[in-house]
């Protein structure tokens, strides 16, 4: 499996493989920039389809952590991990502390957290094994609420320049994906008064998002082409891409999924056709900066870690309206700005 020349690859510090055959761990740690300081971000357990899969959404993500700490100002780098599995059979205590044993090897270049299919328990039995962990319970705990809060500020920030207001009432939003943070997000547009239109391969989710904030349920492919002003993609990456672009009759796009887009040239479509993109790795940055509150010498304060991602509002609306200015696409000019703090060695 080649690394340096891999499409995905982007001068990442360290990918390490890891396997452990008496508990079945397979793992994949990406370090893509320590420039800004330790490099955090999640693990994410999923049955990947094949290896290449598996390198090509860990050098991904790791990358994204890496534009999305130091667009929240953080003093972080940029990691990821994926651990190669399906999640209902291979989970267990000694799987997870093989795991934290393979991140402590890296001696705090590398600090993990919860990601898809990773709970707080997960993550307290790796930390039985290393210190480089964050999102703990007792501590700043599980990162969803903060993700769905900074998500739900920036769909709002969105509205605002597109629509010359920030309310969401009367508004409807299509979501795809109601996982942890895909669920918090629907509360927090159902108590402003937006119409919801809901799809995920969990029936169960759907049904409590039908009973609970009276949600319209769509099939998994139909979520592209409804009738929505706003399209909030919360599942995996890629799903926007040639198919699914053309189908959009929303006229903003955000939404907390990770690597929305499935190659750079889509955040271009997307502006060619008068759809506002809110960059992915700055709308749902609320989730890590609560694990950053949690890594502070002086200590977790949930008041503190609340403010700072409300900010999300305001740095989405620079992006926005340097991207008018400039004639550029959001999803440019949120690299373009990551890149200067990045170069500069110190966040904003």
């Known amino acids: ?11 990442h510090e360290q990918v390490v493989f890891c396997s452990d055959a008496e508990t079945g761990l397979k793992a994949i740690i990406a370090v893509h920039s320590t420039r800004l300081g330790p490099a955090v971000g999640g693990c994410r ?11 090509v959404d860990v050098l991904r993500l790791s990358r994204g952590m890496t534009y999305k700490n130091a667009m ?44 898809v299919n990773i709970t707080t328990h997960d993550i307290m039995q790796v930390n039985q094994e290393t210190p480089f962990v964050a999102g703990l319970e007792g501590k700043s705990g599980n990162p969803g609420p903060f993700t769905a809060l900074g998500t739900y500020q920036g769909i709002k920030a969105a509205a605002q320049h597109k629509f ?49 904030f009276g949600a319209t349920a769509v099939g998994l492919d139909a979520i592209y082409a409804a009738d929505a002003d706003i399209y909030a ?14 189908q959009l009759k929303a006229k903003i796009v955000a939404g907390c999924a990770n690597n929305q887009l499935k190659r750079p040239e889509h955040g271009d479509m997307l502006r060619a056709r008068g759809i506002l993109y809110a960059p992915d790795y700055v709308i749902n940055a609320g989730g ?8 502070r010498p002086q ?44 170069a500069k060695g110190k966040t904003a």
């Open 45 to 55: 357990l999923w049955d990947y389809v094949t290896d290449e899969d598996a390198l």
């Open 1 to 11: 499996m080649a690394v340096f020349n891999h499409p995905e690859f982007d001068q």
């Open 164 to 212: 010359g207001s920030a309310d969401l009432s009367g508004k409807t939003v299509a979501i795809q994906g109601l996982g942890s943070v895909g669920f918090y997000l629907c509360e927090h547009l159902h108590k402003e008064g937006a119409k919801l239109i809901v799809t995920d391969i969990n029936q169960d989710a759907v049904n409590r998002a039908v009973t609970q």
């Open 299 to 342: 200590g977790y304060s949930a008041e503190e870690s609340t403010a700072k991602v409300m900010q999300i509002f305001d740095t989405l609306l620079t992006i926005f309206n340097r991207a008018d200015s400039q004639q550029l696409s959001t999803s440019v000019i949120a690299d373009i700005m990551a890149q200067e703090i990045i």
């Open 233 to 246: 993609p919360c599942a995996l990456g890629a799903t926007l891409n040639d198919e699914t672009i053309p």
């Open 288 to 295: 890590i900066i609560n694990v950053a509150f949690e890594m």
């Open 72 to 115: 929240a100002g953080l003093p972080l780098g940029g990691g990821k991990s994926v651990i190669i599995g399906n999640a209902k059979t291979i989970k267990s205590e000694a799987l997870f502390r093989a795991f934290g044993r393979m991140v402590h090897r890296l001696s705090g270049s590398y600090y993990s957290a919860e990601d």
